[in-house]
């Protein structure tokens, strides 16, 4: 059974970093690429960003590029999502999710997703 479980989120001021993990089980994990994603209230899914499988090709929405860096340690079956210089724009509901085809930046290709964690910044 896929699992993806999110965890790191909470709530911040503007200027802030915070880092989420997205620890997986349950399936061939070289073989998957990850996503984040993330929900605002009242607002669709976006996509944030993505690492393929080896971790050598790194995606990233324009709204986060720059601030934003995703890595996966393979030996922990973890992805990571590093968030620095974080906005009030930046609040959502973050969910991370598993595919091993299609296009990355597409929540449509994504079979697999965790529960979310939620991310707040505000002064």
């Known amino acids: 059974q896929v699992q993806l479980v999110e965890s790191g989120g909470g709530s911040v001021q503007p200027g802030d970093s915070l880092r989420l993990s997205c620890a997986a089980s349950g399936f061939i994990w070289d073989y998957y690429a990850i996503g984040w994603f993330r929900q605002a209230p009242g607002k669709e899914r976006e996509f944030v960003a993505a690492i393929r499988s080896s971790g050598g090709s790194t995606y990233y929405a324009d709204s986060v590029k720059g601030r934003f860096t995703i890595s996966r340690d393979n030996a922990k079956n973890t992805v990571y999502l590093q968030m620095n210089s974080l906005k009030p724009e930046d609040t959502a509901v973050y969910y991370c999710?598993?595919?091993?085809?299609?296009?990355?930046?597409?929540?449509?290709?994504?079979?697999?997703w965790g529960q979310g964690t939620q991310v707040t910044v505000s002064s």
């Open positions: 999710a598993a595919t091993q085809v299609g296009d990355l930046t597409s929540d449509s290709f994504y079979n697999d």
